[in-house]
């Protein structure tokens, strides 16, 4: 039986966060052996808020160079920049006649991203973003998207744009499912549990960045906001420590009863100890491979992955095209 499929991806935007680790990419690594693996470097999205022209092309080597640090191997898994293969391109508009305002006016990314420069200045790109999400993740037929709890509105939207153009239309796509992890799935800020860690906060010492050196992550988690209340335990009425204690449980693969045993009875401080070291050396690895990759050895892996994805893209493309009575 050939192997499901899985579709994910990251903007070239900002820096990565643990948060983006922990919800997204650490599951892309674990699920590669089990699955047929596209992972997109996501440029086009990237342009939906102002971006400088060299940094963004930088950044979107500098994306594809975490994946592979990560642990994205691309003997297993497809690893690509979106640009690459026009078709993204090519099915976001036929997507944008099937999508109504409607339900792109209820996406509260959308509202959240818009909220800075106000909606009368937000590009237009920025509003049917989801739409191009959801072309990167129907022309490849898609089974699974593996991504953090910020995303599943998106999803869904996804999966609502592929049942009714097959309706309208007649069959082309396979209608995706969401993978999103029961831990991790939304890291909050060190600094504000009640928001999620973001590239785009404007309080960095919120966020652990993954290429931070070990001083720097030690220090964030020092100054972490705590709740009141003393124990060391999971509890969603407290969700500093909640938050904390995740980060702990994933970086240590410990179960949460494990993890609250061995901190029962401490304080803080030793915990807050304890997490830093599990964290710097949980990053170590991930930090030493990163400069492992050059740009010939990087761009000759993108060249590749491209022709892979491409091939697979130019054939949902003719079916759309030809359902749609444009070819
Ligand atoms: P940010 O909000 O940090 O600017 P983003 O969502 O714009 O990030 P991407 O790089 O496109 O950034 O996201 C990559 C993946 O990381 C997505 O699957 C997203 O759901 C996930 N993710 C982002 N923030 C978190 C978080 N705080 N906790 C868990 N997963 C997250
Ligand atoms: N919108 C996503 C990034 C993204 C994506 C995708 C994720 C773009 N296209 C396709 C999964 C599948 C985000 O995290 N900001």
Same mark, same amino acid.
């Given at each position: 039986?050939?192997?499901?499929?899985?579709?994910?991806?990251?903007?070239?935007?900002?820096?990565?966060?643990?948060?983006?680790? %922990?919800?997204?990419?650490?599951?892309?690594?674990?699920?590669?052996?089990?699955?047929?693996?596209?992972?997109?470097?996501?440029?086009?999205?990237?342009?939906?808020?102002? &971006?400088?022209?060299?940094?963004?092309?930088?950044?979107?080597?500098?994306?594809?160079?975490?994946?592979?640090?990560?642990?994205? +191997?691309?003997?297993?898994?497809?690893?690509?920049? /979106?640009?690459?293969?026009?078709?993204?391109?090519? %099915?976001?508009?036929?997507?944008?006649?099937?999508?109504?305002?409607?339900?792109?006016?209820?996406?509260?990314?959308?509202?959240?991203? =818009? /909220?800075?420069?106000?909606?009368?200045?937000?590009?237009?790109?920025?509003?049917?973003?989801?739409?191009?999400?959801?072309?990167?993740?129907?022309?490849?037929?898609?089974?699974?998207?593996?991504?953090?709890? *910020?995303?599943? &509105?998106? %999803?869904? %939207?996804?999966? +609502?744009?592929?049942?009714?153009?097959?309706? *309208?239309?007649?069959?082309?796509?396979?209608?995706?499912?969401?993978?999103?992890?029961?831990?991790?799935?939304?890291?909050?800020?060190?600094?504000?549990?009640?928001?999620?860690?973001?590239?785009?906060?404007?309080?960095? #010492?919120?966020?652990?960045?993954?290429?931070?050196?070990?001083?720097?992550?030690?220090?964030?988690?020092?100054?972490?906001?705590?709740?009141?209340?003393?124990?060391?335990?999971?509890?969603?009425?407290?969700?500093?420590?909640?938050?904390?204690?995740?980060?702990?449980?994933?970086?240590?693969?410990?179960?949460?009863?494990?993890?609250?045993?061995?901190? #029962?009875?401490?304080?803080?401080? /030793?915990?807050?100890?304890?997490?830093?070291? #599990?964290?710097?050396?949980?990053?170590?690895?991930?930090?030493?491979?990163?400069?492992?990759?050059?740009?010939?050895?990087?761009?000759?892996?993108?060249?590749?992955?491209?022709?892979?994805? #491409?091939?697979?893209? =130019?054939?949902?493309?003719?079916?759309?095209?030809?359902?749609?009575?444009?070819?």
């Amino acid at each position: 039986m050939s192997k499901k499929r899985i579709f994910s991806g990251a903007q070239p935007t900002g820096r990565l966060h643990l948060g983006n680790y %922990l919800g997204a990419l650490k599951n892309w690594v674990a699920l590669q052996d089990d699955y047929e693996a596209f992972y997109c470097v996501v440029n086009l999205h990237a342009i939906t808020l102002p &971006q400088d022209p060299a940094t963004l092309r930088q950044a979107t080597l500098d994306l594809a160079r975490i994946y592979l640090a990560a642990g994205v +191997d691309p003997e297993k898994a497809t690893i690509f920049i /979106q640009s690459d293969v026009h078709e993204h391109a090519e %099915l976001t508009w036929i997507l944008s006649c099937v999508a109504r305002m409607g339900e792109l006016e209820r996406m509260t990314q959308f509202k959240d991203k =818009s /909220q800075k420069g106000g909606r009368e200045r937000s590009s237009v790109g920025l509003f049917i973003y989801p739409i191009l999400m959801a072309a990167d993740i129907l022309l490849y037929q898609t089974d699974l998207v593996p991504v953090g709890q *910020d995303q599943k &509105q998106h %999803l869904e %939207l996804t999966r +609502d744009l592929a049942e009714r153009f097959n309706r *309208d239309f007649g069959a082309a796509f396979k209608v995706p499912e969401p993978y999103i992890p029961k831990a991790g799935a939304s890291i909050k800020s060190l600094q504000d549990p009640a928001k999620k860690m973001s590239k785009s906060d404007e309080n960095e #010492a919120g966020s652990i960045f993954l290429l931070d050196d070990a001083d720097t992550v030690a220090k964030k988690i020092k100054r972490a906001v705590t709740d009141s209340g003393t124990e060391i335990t999971f509890d969603e009425t407290r969700p500093a420590i909640n938050n904390l204690l995740t980060i702990y449980q994933l970086v240590t693969e410990k179960s949460q009863a494990e993890c609250v045993e061995q901190f #029962a009875g401490k304080g803080y401080g /030793q915990f807050k100890g304890e997490l830093a070291e #599990a964290v710097i050396e949980y990053l170590r690895p991930f930090q030493e491979r990163i400069s492992t990759y050059d740009d010939e050895a990087l761009n000759t892996i993108l060249k590749s992955g491209a022709e892979k994805a #491409a091939a697979i893209a =130019s054939k949902t493309m003719l079916d759309v095209y030809q359902k749609v009575g444009i070819r």
